[in-house]
């Protein structure tokens, strides 16, 4: 984990195979960074992560370690401040990396493989309170679901792409050559739902990346309901 200049080993990998969910995918945040020395071990376990089915597994690049010597391309002000927000709402102080958030809720260093599996298995054991589906229609995509509890939900659509191996020149990881999996390209709030009335929404997907339907609670809360389109 990086915070402040302060990183911590990786504790080791642990073989995941594909598993059928059976209380709804969890999705697992990772905040990553190229120019991050720990971040490394954490991007190869969000691969292991991504090859299950019970798994939504997304690599949001940070941009505030850009300084250090090495400008991750992949990096998006708006997901660092993402997790920042993410940290606001947990009334935590600092951000760090590798970091993965859990369904929203639970916070982890990205490294700590034991921990990452316990609130991983602990999520999937709760599930998700809410189903929604998604249906490709060209380049467009149908989302829907049930009522619910009243409440205040933003409905976010990420793209993706899969798999990148890049060199990377300078920096802390320098003369390396990474790949990189399920790396997001986009992540938008495409509605704002109370939660009263079924959800139904018909919104753009142009192109072949894979897509992925979020609905959270508004202001960084626990998420409700995941779908993907790979």
Not at 208 to 214: A, E, M, R, S
Request: aromatic fraction near 6%.
């Amino acid at each position: 984990m990086r915070v402040l200049l302060i990183a911590f080993s990786f504790l080791g990998m642990i073989a995941v195979g594909p598993v059928h969910a059976q209380n709804g995918p969890v999705v697992i945040e990772l905040y990553t960074s190229q120019g991050c020395s720990a971040c490394p071990p954490a991007d190869a376990m969000l691969a292991e992560l991504a090859k299950r089915d019970d798994v939504i597994a997304l690599a949001l690049h940070v941009d505030y370690w850009d300084y250090i010597g090495w400008e991750d391309v992949f990096a998006d002000p708006a997901y660092s401040a993402r997790q920042h927000a993410y940290a606001n709402a947990a009334r935590v102080a600092a951000v760090y990396t590798p970091q993965m958030i859990i369904n929203g809720q639970d916070h982890v260093v990205g490294s700590r493989t034991m921990q990452v599996m316990d609130r991983l298995q602990a999520q999937q054991a709760k599930g998700l309170p809410l189903r929604v589906t998604m249906t490709r229609q060209a380049n467009r995509v149908l989302i829907a679901a049930p009522p619910t509890e009243s409440g205040d939900y933003v409905v976010q659509l990420v793209r993706y792409t899969p798999e990148q191996t890049m060199v990377i020149a300078r920096g802390e990881n320098a003369g390396h050559e990474y790949t990189y999996t399920n790396t997001v390209t986009s992540l938008n709030v495409i509605h704002r739902w109370d939660g009263a009335s079924a959800l139904g929404i018909d919104a753009p997907a142009e192109g072949t990346d894979p897509v992925v339907v979020i609905i959270q609670k508004a202001g960084h809360g626990a998420i409700v309901a995941a779908a993907e389109l790979r």
